[in-house]
């Protein structure tokens, strides 16, 4: 049976968990038998009037009253303790965990958090002010940061002008050029920060984007930088460095039909050539009316730079320089040649060649390096002379007629097409022929071109077939087999044109209404939605690319130079 304590003794029996100070305050004195932290009772003053029949006595103000006491310092030594075990607990705890890393990561983590063995928080507070630090000082150096803080506050305006705020407007009715910048009815009016955006976008859509020579930011100073901060740009971004293909997909060219070249200078006379500029952004058209014509490309109205008039002299050809600097003219019936500095604004005729007998100068090429100028002749003769002295160098014979020669794209040989459906390579600088091949299935050769990446030669018959043919093999073998015969005209094929990227490879016949092509590279098939508007081509006479294969333009015979933006290319 148990033996219960008695509710006396109970109540100053000591917990065992109770912490040692406190027990011994509840130990009972020997001598009074009450609490040692208790003050004993006071007996009621009789003076002061507490006693019985009399009055309560009022309680003191608010203010008069003692504060609680504070807690004892005992106790707060017991806090101290509790954090020191517990950050011991806590050091011990980490030591153990340290013990099982291999010494790499240990020695990684000293290098990347430093020595943090005496207290975590340090870390937490250590990385809290770096980050504090580096959005203080955003890169900022020591005199910057001087400058900043020696700079004067900058003051309020006193007054403020509300006409200055005003934006000034620009009216888009009465300016014809503004006119088809007008998106919708309201827009009768823009203010000019509005209007300079519009005619950015406007610019940027025409040519297809920020040209290469207005982008700034992508002028290098010399090729070694350029290496470095490709190097840069490549370990400071992580993703996918595999892209998409840039080339040119086969089947559909996306393209757009724009405003005529020569829409500001029109003529019913046929056009014989349309060149554009190798530098500048710039086409020339010439034609039977005695006329070349400069315009400006930017795809909409194409402003009118410039005319120079010949008197008697029908064009038969006109060719820019290699530089771009000079135009040269020939004509129908007759051997002068024209030449146009367009630095100096002269017109200088060439009356005579010293060597060269003949009575008619019609049909040239240039070398691109613009070194020399071949002038294909009659008798089968290929004559060649010097761009800057315009003196004879040297003559090449063929068998038959000669019916169209070109340059390699360096300059170095000479592929020239006969009448008699063969094809003469000849070495430039010793005027040797370095190889003579039949054009396969030709009978009577028209037209020839070679590409200028140096891959390609393409051979145009009387029978609307076009030969395409690996240079390589043109040189070696005396029977090279066509990559792919083209046979989607009927009629003599008469102009043979390379984009400058060896892309696209335009064909054409003079003798057909709109019998031209545009042959997609490497695949030698044809874009199955050009032409767009069959009715507007008619004969066409001459093409050419722009530098970068942005534009489009051909010549036909009734005056008109048509243009058309390819969309795959972004630059002109």
Aim: net charge positive; glycine share 6%.
């Amino acid at each position: 049976m148990r033996s219960e304590i008695p509710r006396e003794r109970l109540r100053f029996f000591p917990n065992p968990t109770m912490p040692p100070d406190r027990r011994s305050r509840l130990k009972l004195d020997r001598r009074t038998g009450a609490r040692p932290d208790r003050k004993p009772r006071r007996r009621p003053d009789r003076r002061a009037g507490a006693g019985p029949g009399r009055p309560p006595r009022k309680a003191a103000p608010s203010s008069q009253r003692k504060p609680p006491p504070r807690p004892s310092a005992a106790a707060a030594a017991i806090a101290v303790a509790a954090a020191a075990e517990e950050r011991r607990l806590r050091q011990q705890h980490r030591l153990t965990l340290e013990e099982d890393k291999p010494a790499v990561e240990r020695c990684l983590e000293e290098l990347v958090f430093g020595d943090v063995e005496d207290d975590e928080d340090a870390l937490l507070r250590r990385l809290q002010g770096q980050r504090v630090q580096v959005n203080e000082d955003s890169g900022d150096s020591e005199v910057e940061k001087e400058a900043k803080d020696n700079f004067p506050p900058q003051k309020k305006p006193v007054w403020v002008d509300e006409e200055d705020e005003d934006e000034e407007m620009v009216d888009m009715m009465n300016n014809r050029f503004r006119k088809d910048m007008i998106r919708n009815a309201g827009e009768s009016k823009l203010s000019k920060d509005k209007l300079q955006k519009r005619l950015k976008e406007e610019f940027q859509h025409a040519m297809g984007g920020v040209p290469a020579w207005a982008d700034t930011d992508k002028q290098k100073t010399s090729s070694d930088d350029e290496s470095e901060e490709d190097e840069d740009d490549l370990l400071q971004r992580t993703g996918n460095f595999i892209s998409t293909s840039t080339s040119l997909p086969r089947g559909i060219l996306k393209m757009k039909n724009c405003q005529h070249a020569n829409a500001e200078r029109p003529t019913s006379a046929r056009i014989s050539s349309v060149q554009f500029h190798p530098c500048a952004q710039v086409v020339m058209v010439a034609g039977l009316d005695n006329a070349v014509s400069l315009f400006q490309v930017d795809g909409k109205t194409n402003p009118k730079i410039q005319s120079i008039y010949l008197e008697k002299f029908p064009i038969f050809k006109a060719c820019f320089s290699a530089n771009g600097e000079e135009v040269l003219a020939t004509s129908t019936h007759s051997k002068v040649l024209y030449v146009y500095d367009m630095l100096a604004g002269k017109l200088i005729p060439v009356h005579q060649v010293r060597g060269l007998k003949e009575k008619i100068v019609r049909s040239f090429e240039v070398s691109p390096d613009g070194s020399f100028l071949l002038i294909n002749g009659v008798a089968g003769y290929v004559h060649l002379l010097s761009v800057k002295t315009k003196e004879l160098l040297g003559s090449m014979k063929i068998n038959g007629m000669v019916a169209a020669s070109t340059f390699s794209s360096d300059s170095k040989k000479i592929y020239t097409s006969s009448g008699d459906g063969e094809v003469y390579v000849w070495d430039v600088n010793s005027r040797k022929c370095l190889n003579r091949f039949v054009d396969e299935g030709s009978l009577y050769g028209l037209s020839i071109a070679t590409s200028r990446n140096g891959q390609y030669v393409a051979c145009g018959s009387n029978c609307g077939v076009v030969n395409i043919y690996n240079q390589d093999s043109c040189l070696q073998e005396t029977n090279p087999k066509p990559i792919k015969a083209i046979m989607n005209l009927v009629t003599g094929v008469t102009s043979l044109t390379f984009n400058p990227t060896t892309e696209i490879l335009a064909i054409a016949s003079q003798q057909m209404k709109e019998a031209v092509r545009l042959v997609h590279l490497p695949s030698c098939t044809v874009f199955s939605n050009f032409p767009v508007i069959k009715k507007n081509i008619s004969h066409v006479h001459t093409m050419d690319f722009s530098p970068r294969s942005g534009y489009f333009a051909l010549g036909n015979e009734k005056g008109k130079a048509l243009m058309y933006r390819l969309h795959h290319y972004s630059d002109f």
